[in-house]
């Protein structure tokens, strides 16, 4: 394959099935990798599509630049495209963000402002206030924002949902790990028009506000928001299953050791999410998308002391969450129960029975 810009190789991602991490009652577990993207996360096609349409309306000029608020792989992503496409990238994050991102993004020629002071609500206000004030720096700075910008959604939902219906025509079950909302919303647009049957699950970390649940810190990169961003259409998620960190991060753990598969932390709790549904639909065909490559966070979820700094670790013992056996016993019973959404038909016909 010859490609005239790393831009090209965006997308076609693979799916891996699941074969140690299982229900063992005939589901099927898919994982589509979209660490298989150049910049090493789904992010790299938010970060095109917002560009490309910046471009083509005159909201990006040649040699311009790109402000955005980001925790990591939209960040990599807009460094990355920016770099290839000749625009200077200045990028607003904070001391959560994985280790390697500041590495990464400054080797792409990107410059970065670390937020340093929290909110009540953590650092994404913070981080926004700031982009603010470089907007007023550089007044023809083209913005994403991808909390809210429609050409984040649109991408998943015009390319990214193909992709899979090409190779899982007779899906039943769509599971995702919410940020923006950009992939699941998307994603549900177009499988919800094409599988009226399908079902599809918000895969949130315990102490997000993105579904309106109250907020409170949590340590898992990726996931979780403190308030509901723009971009995700709620009315188009059916269940939300809140993941703590434990099992989170076990999932990733185990992901890497039983299967090969060396994914992110927001991609341990969209499995783990995935073999709880399992654990109780057999015979259900399951796509979980795995947002990024574990290689983001490497000397950091995947060592016992950091870990053990967070607190994490201890509760990992607790529940017996490093073999592959306790795990599938914690999916079949999460600490926390899957949440139907009020607006599904299914969420009507119980409040009718009741
Ligand atoms: C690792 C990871 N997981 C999950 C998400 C959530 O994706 P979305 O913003 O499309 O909801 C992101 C978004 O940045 C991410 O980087």
Not at 149 to 165: F, G, K, S, V
Not at 224 to 237: R, W
Not at 250 to 278: D, M, P
Request: hydrophobic content about 40%.
């Amino acid at each position: 394959m010859i490609c005239d810009s790393i831009a090209d190789t965006v997308g076609r991602t693979p799916l891996v099935r699941l074969r140690h991490l299982t229900a063992g009652n005939g589901s099927e577990i898919l994982v589509k990798l979209e660490g298989h993207n150049p910049g090493g996360s789904v992010k790299d096609r938010a970060a095109l599509s917002m560009i490309t349409r910046a471009e083509r309306d005159g909201r990006l000029k040649p040699g311009g630049t790109i402000i955005e608020s980001t925790s990591g792989n939209l960040g990599k992503a807009l460094a990355l495209i920016g770099a290839a496409r000749g625009y200077q990238v200045i990028l607003v994050t904070d001391p959560k963000a994985a280790g390697s991102f500041l590495n990464y993004v400054t080797a792409l020629g990107a410059e970065v402002h670390v937020v340093r002071k929290p909110d009540e609500l953590g650092y994404q206000l913070p981080r926004l206030v700031k982009v603010k004030e470089l907007l007023e720096k550089h007044p023809d700075a083209f913005w994403p924002d991808q909390y809210n910008n429609p050409d984040n959604p649109r991408i998943h939902a015009e390319q990214t949902a193909y992709e899979l219906l090409d190779e899982v025509p007779d899906l039943d079950v769509l599971i995702v790990a919410v940020g923006t909302g950009g992939h699941i919303s998307g994603l549900s647009a177009t499988l919800k028009r094409e599988l009226p049957r399908i079902t599809t699950v918000g895969v949130d970390v315990v102490g997000s506000a993105a579904f309106g649940f109250p907020y409170q810190p949590w340590e898992m990169r990726g996931l979780g928001i403190a308030f509901p961003p723009g971009n995700l259409h709620a009315h188009l998620v059916d269940k939300v299953h809140p993941v703590t960190d434990p099992e989170g991060f076990a999932t990733t753990r185990l992901l890497a050791r039983a299967e090969g598969l060396l994914l992110g932390e927001s991609s341990g709790a969209a499995v783990f999410g995935a073999l709880h549904y399992a654990s109780l639909h057999p015979n259900s065909r399951i796509v979980a998308v795995a947002p990024d490559t574990g290689v983001n966070y490497l000397g950091e979820s995947f060592e016992d002391d950091w870990l053990d700094e967070r607190g994490i670790l201890v509760q990992m013992k607790e529940r017996d969450l490093f073999t592959v056996e306790g795990l599938l016993a914690a999916a079949r019973d999460p600490e926390y129960a899957t949440v139907l959404l009020a607006h599904t038909p299914e969420a009507r016909e119980l409040r009718k029975s009741a």
